[in-house]
Nanobody, 124 residues
């Protein structure tokens, strides 16, 4: 069983930066592929970024490529999403996800474990 708790969301101006964290519980955290998703009001949840359990493989949605960086620290059971050059269209609730399967499972949105989400609001 893995429990995930996001933090770091908030209100930021367009062009600003935020770093989200996802703290995981469980001794097997380091063996899980993980990712970030977001859901804006009235829209479906969408993939943002994913990272393999080793941290060596990462994958990004085109909309955030070059602006967001996903990383993880397995010693701290924590995954991060560094967001730069934020735009109003990045406004959403951001969720972290984890799965004991391949990275493709996370990217597809089929992770077994999800956090409760953290709100990110980018003002213009």
């Amino acid at each position: 069983q893995v429990q995930l708790v996001e933090s770091g969301g908030g209100l930021v101006q367009s062009g600003g930066s935020l770093r989200l964290s996802c703290a995981g519980s469980g001794r097997t955290f380091s063996t899980y592929a993980m990712g970030w998703f977001r859901q804006a009001p009235g829209k479906e949840r969408e993939f943002v970024a994913a990272i393999s359990w080793t941290g060596y493989s990462t994958y990004y949605a085109d909309s955030v490529k070059g602006r967001f960086t996903i990383s993880r620290d397995n010693a701290k059971n924590t995954m991060y999403l560094q967001m730069r050059s934020l735009k109003p269209e990045d406004t959403a609730v951001y969720y972290c996800a984890a799965d004991n399967g391949p990275l493709s499972t996370v990217v597809a949105g089929n992770s077994d474990y999800w956090g409760q989400g953290t709100q990110v609001t980018v003002s213009s």
